[in-house]
Structure formats: C-alpha cells, structure tokens
C-alpha cells in the first residue's frame, strides 16, 4: 500500500499571499489530520477532518482552514501568511476516526518557509 | 493548564545499553498514550500503543510502562544500535470531551558506537 503523500514538499511565499496545501491518505483510511511543527512549539494539532466533516480543531486562528474530499484526500488552506507560519506541516491518516485506539501515519511534510 | 513534558531534550549512550525516556503529564485523564519515532526531515512513525489499564507493553527491543497514578509513561529501548538515533514523541489523548491527539516535545536520542 501506497502510504501517506503530501504536496508539495516545499514551499516559499511571502507575507500577505495564501497557502494549499494537499494530503493523500492511505487508501481506505478516512481520517486525516493536520499538524504543524515548529522547533520552538513543536508538533501542534491543527484539525481532523473524518468522512468529509471537521471532527476536531486546534488552538489556532480562522487564518487556518481545511477540507476533506469524498475521496477523502484533504486540503488545508492559510490565508494572509504572518512570519511565524513558517513550519513543517504534516498530515496524519488512520483508518478510523484519530480518537479511536489506532496509530496514526504520517506523510514526509511540506516545509513552508514565509519571507 | 494542560501539560506533556519529556525529560530532557537530548539523551547520549552507549551502543548496547538501554534508553529509558520518560513521558510525564498533567491535567490530563488520557484514554492511552502513543509513542512515535521521526528522523530529521520526515514524519513521525508510530511504534506502541498503551492502555489506561495495561501496565506494560512491549515489542522486540521496545517496551514502554504507563502509570496513571505516576502519569508518567516511560519507553525503554535495549540493546540500543546507533540506527535508533533519532527523536522520540509520545503523545496522548484525553478521555474526556476535547479529544485530541497532544505530543510531547520529544526527546532527541543519540546512540554512540
């Protein structure tokens, strides 16, 4: 089985621009997950997205969105990127909903660096 | 506040000793507690699950304890190999309404030949 991929790997914007960001999951799994990992906060849960609804959200602002598609494939959106946006952004699927008893898998990441 | 603390950033040892990270928590009533691998650049690799109820769980090298009373959850890697350099997370999620899957700052581990 093909496992988890996100693109793209890397990405620079500046100030002000908007970001997509895409995540396939494991074929079959309905739950993706976004986190975003910095060397001083480290790895933050943004938002789980299961069966094409948002089942849970993170501490962070409206600037930060999501979608799953009926493929289950996702997207996560950041709008009016700030300095501090720069980060790894992993997404995470699992079979069943993330707050069941199951492990997650992780993609490589995209690394955003803002300017 | 809620808070996942593990001991100290980094950890150095000698090729075939054993590793003990350690996984404390407050103001959480975790569900279970995981325990992940991720090497510079890529994502984290899940590696144990453990239980409220289970004490104990172990896998090939790996072995990890969980005690609730303590809320600390500790991970043991023997016979450690340089290959096991790497930075170790565990994570855990509460058993109450805002459930979310919350990781610890890792710990960096470096097995020396």
């Known amino acids: 089985k093909a496992g988890v991929t996100q693109t793209p790997r890397y990405l620079i914007k500046t100030r002000g621009q908007q970001v997509t960001l895409s995540c396939s999951p494991i074929?079959?799994?309905?739950?993706v997950s976004w986190y975003q990992q910095t060397p001083g906060q480290g790895l933050q849960f943004l938002f789980e997205?299961?069966?094409?609804?948002?089942?849970n959200k993170g501490n962070f602002p409206g600037r930060f969105s999501g979608r799953q598609f009926s493929n289950s494939r996702s997207e996560m959106n950041v709008s009016t990127l700030e300095l501090g946006d720069s980060a790894l952004y992993l997404c995470?699927?699992?079979?069943?909903?993330?707050?069941?008893?199951?492990?997650?898998?992780f993609g490589p990441g995209t690394r955003l660096t803002v300017l | 506040s809620q808070k996942i603390e593990q001991n100290s950033e980094a950890l150095n040892i000698q090729e075939g000793k054993t590793a003990t990270l350690t996984c404390n928590y407050t103001?959480?009533?975790?569900?279970?507690l995981q325990w992940y691998r991720q090497d510079p650049g890529r994502g984290p690799v899940f590696l144990l699950l453990?239980?409220?109820?289970?004490k104990e769980k172990r896998k090939e090298r790996l072995k990890v304890t969980f005690d609730t009373t303590l809320k600390q959850s500790l991970f043991h890697i023997t016979a450690s190999q340089p290959a096991d350099s790497a930075t170790y997370l565990c994570?855990?999620?509460?058993?109450?309404?805002?459930?979310?899957?919350?990781f610890g700052s890792g710990t960096q581990l470096t097995v020396l030949p």
């Open positions: 994570a855990l999620i509460s058993s109450g309404s805002a459930r979310q899957l919350t």
């Open positions: 997205y299961f069966s094409e609804t948002q089942r």
């Open positions: 995470a699927s699992s079979p069943r909903q993330a707050t069941s008893y199951n492990e997650q898998f």
């Open positions: 103001n959480y009533s975790p569900a279970y």
């Open positions: 074929s079959g799994h309905r739950s």
């Open positions: 453990i239980r409220e109820n289970e």
